[in-house]
């Protein structure tokens, strides 16, 4: 019995930690809508930031609050230099800019943390009150996870009576409400978005600091952070407090109970709970259905074929592309093919995002069941490799087709993250089935068949295919169906009334991109000889994401340009330097700024607008 | 495979060259090194250290068959698809002779697995799966440090000793963790028999929630436990441990947590008397060791840890294997390098020919406390030789 209400509390100590940073995720989103995927930066640079600060001060508990709030408001300040440098200028850029924006400061903090900090974790010495402990039935019950106990619930209380009570809270929610309207009454809404940012900032620091006790400041925690943050802000409802308070609570007991009767179930439990939640509350347990604050909605022009020029740039780069090998090495090639690979990912993920309205998080999960279906075919039934690269988008097809019927009913950032949780689900399947799978030692041997051994064949053979396909997505997209589609994401009420079927129409357009991205994985496996579950990983959604976002969603070229672009910077800065976080986040933070539209979407509207004057 | 000659002046006509044709001269042998740079800059910052060092030292002797030797390193981003494009990359475009390095076992297998296809060799150093030189290993791949297994298996006499019954594992949930719970339950029962496994924990590699963890572990009343956790985690493991007692009165067995760059960040935390593997950088005294840490200290103005052992002693096991070899030949390497003895900071080791594992050791002995900071005490060294298994049973796990 001791045991269980030990656990109990254990829970609840954890459940203060994940709401600390997830409170500040949750408090930004609802206000700015901006999805900030730097918000585990965040919480990394207060880690360190507070283990500068506290390193340098007296044990006691009042000096180790104060650090802790020093710590906050250090990054408070932070969180206001990349609201006023950085989203300021993008709050008018279509959806989702502003995560590849914030992605672009993941890296940039990632190798800044490096250079400032060194390689090395940094642990705090703990005063002996940090070590104490309190004996609760029999057990020992540390002192410092009792406070944590604590703080969850009374930073809920001050973040409630600050939204409720106080002017500038309810400013902000009127500003939530309707951003027009609080603008014509004067109120100067800029300065409301940036001191919404600097709290929600503020936030993820001092979660940081105080994680400093219980662990280490450490390199990897801001990804650790930021996916444990999404989950439980989406399962709570994007934007509510308490919501994301319960989430918590949720989340941190089932792990303190779920380790002792499952104990491997560690990588994928928090992923199973976000699904069941999303596929019973479509908008997470107490969030309301997402209205778009007047004011913010942009009506999408229509997109339309590209003009004759432009195709004939398109001509003239496939043409050189299939002379290509005559002149390029044996490397060029090699990422060359990975670049076709990755156009047709981008491309797959274009059909859900652009034309169909939903983004996914999670695209990785099929191209990922392509490169396992593949090397399955392959190693486990001796299939020949064209019959392996059909089993590859049939089977990820097959996967869309089943899960898909859960994710088209959602919108928003609820289906981007119902996709994230499967794709976990699957990665954690894949890593954990080593039996089958080898685990995260991956599949080995997959190389091409004999006649497709030679680079330059294979390369021939993925330009065919991925050119082939890019193609019959853009035909599909300009059919009835891709019209029918678009309609249904512009306004599915009236798509509704003249007779589309939603529902069916979104399915259909996922089980495409599924497809389709399994395809691009079942060429990746060939062309690597190798699978591995980290083709199913976040990184590897976020690369489809940044690819689509970097082109320009609301364009057919975006995908294309957008996947050469970044699979060409990346594998260029990954060669010539060791700071190739940094200059790549820079880069892609400078992109955004430059090409608001995505490099292909701004070009194109230049291009236009020359023409047109 | 065939190689291709890089040409952007040939007409378009030009097929496949047959192999690249290099004056041998005094042109430097080249290395092509990966490592996961980023991902794991804890260890990989060292080593880098370490294989600086050891390239300055070969070539101030005057290098190896007359030649200086040369590495051109490159950052996998912890990815085993990026490793494999830049191995593609050092063995078409940059010419080298053969490739190095890795930390993750699957960047490790990856790489591997290309080095087989490619038919050039590879010389891993940290990567500590087994599958590397056993059920996946070719002929083109040598591994330096001691795998899981052997870790495990140094650590058995020890936990013999311990005369404990109960056990209980915790392991980061990958196979590395797996592998290594898997060989110390099965050394274990061997050598003791009656012993029992009374609980497991599994946290994420880098997710531990560790009151949790040590709540679950200590509910299982065990008299030893066995970890397998390092790094981020293990600071987390041991902080709630510690606090919650979980340590008092039992027997704790540790793989890899001598390691300085696992032990330092323990601080004035670190448990006294796990038994662990490591590197006891502070006592040892031996001139292999004095040599390597005063050159080592004189150069970067920090004491090495393992990962700068791993990266020293890489390029030395290259370096021998090549003098013996007499050619940089990938066909005549991959049979050349087995037999060939190496010196480490830790003693002479050498390439085993029967599954290309090197009998680099390591250090066994326990952990504490000195003037607050933690070290290794009654330590000694274990050769990599005494903890495999039998011939016949390497033959049994390796394909042909």
Redesign the interface.
């Known amino acids: 019995m001791g045991f269980v209400l030990v656990q109990f509390l254990t829970g609840l100590a954890s459940a203060s930690s994940l709401f600390l940073v997830a409170a500040g995720l949750t408090v930004i989103f609802g206000v700015t809508r901006v999805v900030n995927f730097a918000h585990g930066s965040l919480y990394m640079l207060g880690a360190y930031l507070g283990w500068t600060i506290l390193s340098r001060l007296p044990g006691g508990p009042a000096w180790f609050a104060g650090g802790v709030v020093l710590a906050g408001l250090g990054i408070a300040a932070v969180g206001v230099l990349i609201e006023v440098l950085l989203l300021q200028r993008i709050y008018k850029a279509p959806e989702l800019l502003q995560l590849l924006a914030t992605f672009g400061v993941v890296l940039v903090v990632q190798d800044l943390v490096l250079k400032l900090w060194g390689p090395n974790d940094l642990t705090l010495s703990r005063p002996p009150w940090m070590r104490s402990f309190v004996q609760i039935a029999g057990e020992r019950m540390p002192f410092y996870d009792l406070l944590m106990i604590g703080i969850g619930p009374l930073v809920l209380l001050a973040l409630w009576l600050l939204f409720t009570r106080t002017r500038w809270g309810t400013l902000v929610r009127a500003a939530t409400q309707d951003r027009e309207m609080v603008a014509a009454l004067g109120v100067d809404q800029r300065l409301l978005f940036t001191t919404v940012f600097a709290l929600g900032a503020g936030l993820a620091g001092i979660g940081g600091a105080l994680a400093l006790p219980d662990g280490s400041a450490n390199g990897q925690m801001d990804l650790t952070a930021i996916t444990d943050a999404f989950v439980v802000v989406v399962v709570g409802g994007l934007g509510s407090l308490p919501g994301a308070y319960l989430a918590s609570l949720l989340i941190a007991l089932l792990q303190a109970f779920g380790i002792v009767l499952l104990p491997k179930i560690t990588l994928v439990l928090v992923f199973v709970v976000m699904a069941v939640v999303l596929v019973v509350r479509p908008n997470g347990l107490l969030g309301r259905k997402l209205t778009l604050a007047r004011g913010e909605a942009n009506t999408l022009a229509l997109v339309r074929p590209a003009e004759p020029a432009l195709r004939w740039l398109g001509v003239a780069a496939l043409l050189l592309a299939v002379w290509a090998p005559w002149f390029v090495g044996p490397f060029a090639l090699s990422v060359m093919t990975e670049m076709l690979v990755a156009m047709l990912f981008a491309a797959s993920l274009h059909v859900m995002m652009g034309p169909g309205g939903m983004p996914s998080f999670g695209h990785a999960a099929w191209f990922g069941l392509g490169a396992y279906g593949a090397a399955f075919a392959v190693k486990g039934l001796a299939l020949s490799m064209p019959a392996a690269l059909v089993v590859a988008p049939f089977g990820a097809a097959l996967a869309a087709l089943v899960f898909g019927g859960f994710v088209v009913r959602l919108s928003g950032v609820y289906l981007a993250m119902l996709t994230l949780a499967f794709a976990q689900i699957v990665w954690a399947v894949m890593f954990q089935a080593v039996s089958v799978t080898g685990g995260d030692n991956g599949i080995l041997g997959v190389w091409p068949a004999g006649w497709a051994s030679n680079p330059r064949v294979f390369y021939w053979l993925t330009l065919a295919i991925c050119v082939a396909c890019v193609l019959v997505l853009r035909r599909a997209l300009y059919a009835p169906f891709g019209y029918a589609l678009r309609a249904t994401r512009d306004s599915a009420l009236r798509a509704e009334a003249i007779g589309l079927n939603a529902g069916s129409l979104r399915l259909v357009a996922l089980v495409i991109a599924g497809a389709a991205a399994g395809l691009a994985g079942g060429l990746a496996a060939f062309s690597k000889g190798s699978v591995f579950p980290t083709y199913i990983s976040i990184d590897r959604s976020v690369d489809a994401l940044v690819m689509v976002l970097l082109g320009g969603v609301q364009s057919m070229a975006g995908p294309v340009v957008g996947a050469l672009a970044y699979t060409g910077l990346f594998d260029m800065l990954l060669m010539v330097t060791d700071l190739w976080r940094l200059v790549l986040g820079l880069s892609i933070i400078a992109l955004v700024l430059v090409f608001p539209q995505g490099i292909a979407g701004t070009t194109y509207r230049l291009w236009l607008r020359g023409r047109e004057a | 495979?065939?190689?291709?000659?890089?040409?952007?002046l040939a007409s378009?006509a030009?097929v496949a060259a047959p192999s690249i044709v290099r004056a041998q001269g005094d042109a430097p042998i080249r290395i092509g090194e990966i490592n996961s740079?980023?991902a794991v800059?804890?260890f990989?910052?060292p080593y880098r250290n370490g294989w600086q060092l050891a390239v300055e030292h070969v070539n101030a002797a005057g290098g190896v068959l007359g030649r200086k030797i040369e590495v051109v390193s490159?950052?996998d981003?912890g990815?085993?698809?990026?490793a494999?494009?830049?191995a593609?990359?050092l063995v078409?475009?940059q010419k080298v002779d053969l490739l190095a390095g890795g930390f993750l076992?699957?960047v490790g297998?990856?790489i591997s697995?290309?080095a087989r296809?490619d038919r050039k060799l590879f010389v891993a150093g940290e990567p500590l799966?087994d599958?590397l030189v056993w059920d996946?290993g070719n002929r083109y791949t040598y591994r330096l440090r001691p795998s899981t297994y052997m870790q495990a298996a140094m650590l058995i006499d020890d936990a013999v000793k311990l005369q404990a019954k109960r056990w209980v594992t915790v392991a980061p949930?990958?196979?590395y963790g797996?592998s290594a719970v898997k060989w110390f339950k099965l050394l274990l029962a061997a050598k003791q028999p009656g012993v029992e496994f009374v609980?497991?924990?599994?946290?994420?590699l880098?997710?531990i929630?560790?009151?949790?963890?040590v709540?679950?572990l200590?509910?299982n009343k065990p008299d030893a436990i066995y970890n397998v956790t390092f790094?981020?985690d293990l600071?987390?493991f041991v902080?709630?441990g510690?606090?919650?007692?979980l340590f008092e009165g039992k027997g704790v067995v540790s793989v890899l947590t001598g390691e300085p760059?696992y032990l330092?960040?323990?601080?004035?935390?670190t448990p006294t008397g796990w038994i662990v593997t490591g590197y006891p950088v502070n006592s040892v005294s031996d001139p292999a060791n004095k040599a390597f840490i005063d050159a080592y200290m004189a150069k970067y103005k920090e004491q090495p840890k393992m990962g700068s052992v791993v990266g020293y002693a890489l390029i030395n096991a290259i370096v021998a294997g090549i003098k013996k070899t007499g050619s940089v030949d990938s066909e005549k390497m991959a049979d050349g390098f087995a037999g060939s003895s190496f010196a480490t900071p830790f003693g002479s080791a050498d390439w085993r020919a029967i599954d290309h594992q090197s009998t680099l050791g390591t250090y066994v002995g326990k952990t504490a406390l000195k003037d607050g900071k933690p070290v290794m005490v009654d330590w000694h060294y274990v050769s990599g030789a005494d903890a495999l298994p039998s011939d016949a049973e390497v033959k049994k796990m390796r394909p042909a």
């Open positions: 495979m065939k190689l291709y000659r890089r040409t952007f378009a030009t740079y980023t800059p804890a990989t910052v490159r950052d981003a990815k085993p698809a990026d494999i494009r830049l593609g990359e078409n475009d076992s699957n297998l990856a697995d290309f296809q799966t599958a996946k949930n990958y196979e797996q609980g497991e924990q599994w946290p994420a880098g997710k929630d560790a009151g949790a963890t709540a679950a200590a509910e790094g981020a600071t987390n902080r709630q510690n606090t919650r007692g760059e330092d960040p323990l601080g004035n935390e």
